[in-house]
């Protein structure tokens, strides 16, 4: 069964100062992965979908890559700033399991001004 | 865009109570889910639709039943609501292996 495991569970940097937030999975036999974005009492928002294929993805600030092999993904957030502050969720689809979504636990940032 | 929308928002239950939860999607998704989100445990899935008129459970389907109204719909009930269904509960939708979206959640207290 795919673990995924998202280490630290919480994290708090000054503003400016580079996200790194990591991801590992135990299946590498994955079709995708998924970072989302979760604020307090509100729903889920996508920030970056990697294929399988892909080694990174960017949007922005954010700077997402993904390595197979040793079951990693890492988000980098560059020059955070206190609107960064939120949850971030990994989340993979494996091959065998047809678009259904396996969640890590989520890292909590803060970034204090 | 509307993209997923969740009803209610919130909701409050007397244990046995039953409810049944809406979600609709306007982007022409096959796929739509129902998750549950706890403290301590992340989301985890309790049943999902791959396409208009088909079903299956996920990892936590007990104490649930859904229904697949068409492409737009895709309801969970609660029959016998417990406390230990106090959750937020989150659909989602997506086509076939693509980048899911997420509705805003129904927060649900089984008293």
């Known amino acids: 069964k795919q673990e995924v495991t998202q280490i630290p569970a919480a994290l708090s940097v000054p503003e400016g100062e580079n996200l790194v937030l990591n991801c590992s999975f135990t299946?590498?036999?994955?079709?995708?992965l998924q970072w989302f974005r979760q604020d307090p009492g509100k729903g889920l928002t996508s920030l970056l979908l990697?294929?399988?294929?892909?080694r990174e993805q960017t949007s922005g600030r954010l700077n997402a890559s993904l390595d197979k092999s040793s079951g990693r993904s890492t988000l980098y957030i560059a020059a955070s700033q206190p609107g960064d502050s939120a949850t971030y969720l990994c989340?993979?689809?494996?091959?065998?399991?047809?678009?259904?979504?396996?969640f890590g636990a989520g890292t909590q940032v803060v970034v204090t001004p | 865009n509307a993209g997923v929308t969740q009803t209610p928002k919130f909701q409050v239950l007397k244990t046995g109570q039953s409810m049944t939860l809406q979600c609709a999607q306007d982007?022409?998704?096959?796929?739509m889910y129902w998750y549950r989100q706890d403290p301590g445990m992340g989301l985890r899935l309790i049943y999902y639709?791959?396409?208009?008129?088909?079903?299956d459970k996920g990892e936590v389907p007990n104490g649930y039943n859904v229904s697949r109204l068409n492409k737009r719909e895709f309801s969970l009930r609660l029959e016998s609501a417990a406390p230990s269904q106090t959750s937020v509960y989150f659909c989602?939708?997506?086509?076939?292996?693509?980048?899911?979206?997420f509705g805003q959640g129904t927060r649900l207290t089984v008293v």
């Open positions: 639709s791959a396409s208009e008129g088909t079903t």
């Open positions: 989340a993979v689809v494996t091959t065998d399991s047809w678009g259904k979504l396996q």
């Open positions: 990697i294929q399988s294929s892909q």
């Open positions: 989602a939708s997506n086509r076939d292996d693509a980048e899911a979206f």
């Open positions: 982007m022409n998704h096959n796929s």
């Open positions: 299946d590498s036999a994955i079709y995708n």
